[in-house]
């Protein structure tokens, strides 16, 4: 990859580009539909405080990213840990070094889960993973109460409070509902009455993972 890291050059002004919250990029309100200039652009992708740029060594220009820039398509569980694929076939491994995190929307309680793909950029799991994952979760005592969450390359990624589980995961399977005329279930619905939790007593972002030794 590009060292945009070691890149400082002067801010040029924005340009027309967002990456959607699908991970979709869009170049004057179109979407970009060359996969290999999507995976160039994605590597000189950086974050400075809550503002994304591309990056090169002689200019710097703005972009709009919905959520994350990049989206974990895929994952596999293999010898213990969790293998991760972005949209424009990044792969990483959840460890100290790509922490897994989620954030639980304060109105209707759905939990976004994300991984820690470089530097400070992250992917946001999609729906199918986030799923596997909570097949692949288990429940541990962080901070003297009862965590679901995650372990891969001997780090535990406290995810969810165990009381909160049930209410978290129904809310995010009835966010699913079929789109008018087909059977895909992938535009987002109402939040529906659900008996176990409430999201206003959940916490809106939740501790950041340990570190490899436990600690965090």
């Not at 179109?30 to 160039?40: E, H, M, Q």
């Not at 398509?73 to 010898?79: G, K, Y």
Request: proline share 11%; hydrophobic share 35%.
């Amino acid at each position: 990859l590009p060292p945009v890291h070691l890149w400082n050059p002067p801010f040029c002004g924005d340009l027309d580009i967002r990456i959607a919250r699908d991970g979709t990029w869009f170049y004057l309100g179109t979407p970009i539909g060359r996969p290999a200039l999507v995976k160039l652009f994605s590597s000189i992708l950086k974050k400075e405080a809550e503002k994304y740029y591309l990056v090169t060594p002689v200019e710097k220009v703005g972009i709009q990213v919905d959520d994350a820039p990049f989206v974990a398509v895929d994952v596999d569980h293999r010898d213990g840990d969790l293998h991760f694929t972005t949209q424009v076939g990044d792969t990483m491994i959840a460890g100290p070094n790509h922490p897994i995190r989620v954030e639980r929307d304060t109105k209707t309680g759905e939990p976004s889960p994300y991984v820690l793909v470089r530097s400070n950029l992250e992917a946001l799991i999609d729906r199918k993973s986030f799923y596997r994952l909570v097949d692949l979760g288990l429940h541990e005592t962080w901070e003297g109460e009862s965590w679901f969450g995650l372990r891969s390359q001997s780090t535990f990624f406290p995810m969810i409070p165990s009381r909160e589980l049930n209410w978290v995961v129904a809310t995010y399977r009835t966010l699913l509902v079929p789109r008018a005329g087909t059977g895909d279930q992938v535009e987002p619905g109402p939040p529906a009455q659900l008996p176990v939790g409430n999201p206003q007593q959940a916490s809106n972002s939740y501790p950041s993972p340990p570190t490899a030794n436990g600690s965090s």
